[in-house]
């Protein structure tokens, strides 16, 4: 159990006002829109003629109780694109689609231990940014991630930061204002391979990583190593082979 995930639970077990009025403030406060009106990841209906892929790339592997991303190292990518002006684990990714759905990383996860995984992005909207710039969808095969906020899951559109420098986050992108202190979080069914896909909603919206932490039923950490995404670039990757752009 790592230092933070104490804090977490106390906040929100203890004073749950508190909790979540901290966790707020620390992913930037309340959280408005863009504009459009698609709340959902249309998919890939144009279908991958136009993406980038690499057909050597191989899966990631969730090791210990952890998967961890390099979002450039995606097996597949359409419509973003490297930038290297910033701070990162080796790069970030920008997307670039002009409308929502139009643009993709997808990347394959073979997990061996079942169970909840809290899901955390380093990411950031670009420099002067609105708000408007600070999300994406994201689904694993198919289905959407979720909170839980202590009664009942929500599903949540995706991940979304206020951030405005690279930092990891476990910050959902919702509507709902009452969910936004909530781990994100993916329920692993059966071992086996998934994808994961990180699907463009706000054109210049960066990410540079993409940590996955198997949790207990008490929602704490049980990862050994207790690493901690919040500082640093995080963990390095585990089980990447052949990706995306390394060659
Ligand atoms: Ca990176």
């Given at each position: 159990m790592t230092p933070y995930f104490t804090i977490l639970r106390r906040s929100l077990l203890v004073t749950p006002t508190l909790g979540l009025a901290l966790l707020i403030s620390a992913c930037g406060g309340s959280q408005s829109d863009a504009t459009g009106?698609?709340?959902?990841?249309?998919?890939?209906?144009?279908?991958?003629?136009?993406s980038d892929t690499n057909p050597t790339s191989g899966s990631y592997a969730e090791v210990s109780g952890i998967v961890s991303i390099e979002a450039?190292?995606?097996a597949e990518v359409r419509n973003w694109s490297r930038d290297d002006g910033y701070a990162a684990s080796g790069t970030t990714m920008r997307d670039?689609?002009?409308?929502?759905?139009?643009g993709h990383l997808r990347f394959s996860v073979t997990f061996t231990r079942t169970g909840r995984y809290y899901v955390w992005f380093r990411m950031r909207k670009p420099?002067?940014?609105?708000?408007?710039s600070n999300d994406c969808f994201v689904t694993i095969d198919g289905n959407d991630l979720k909170v839980h906020d202590g009664t009942s899951a929500h599903s949540v559109i995706g991940m979304g930061t206020h951030q405005t420098s690279l930092a990891f986050q476990s910050r959902p992108k919702t509507h709902d204002a009452a969910l936004r202190g909530y781990h994100p979080y993916c329920d692993i069914t059966n071992p086996g391979t998934v994808d994961l896909v990180v699907t463009s909603r706000a054109q210049g919206f960066l990410v540079d990583k993409i940590v996955l932490i198997h949790v207990g039923e008490d929602g704490n950490?049980?990862?050994?190593?207790?690493?901690?995404?919040?500082?640093?670039?995080?963990p390095a990757e585990t089980g990447a082979s052949t990706p995306f752009g390394s060659g």
């Open positions: 009106t698609q709340d959902h990841a249309s998919g890939d209906e144009n279908g991958t003629e136009e450039e190292h995606a670039d689609a002009s409308s929502r759905g139009d420099a002067g940014a609105t708000d408007g950490s049980d990862t050994p190593a207790a690493l901690n995404p919040t500082s640093g670039f995080g």
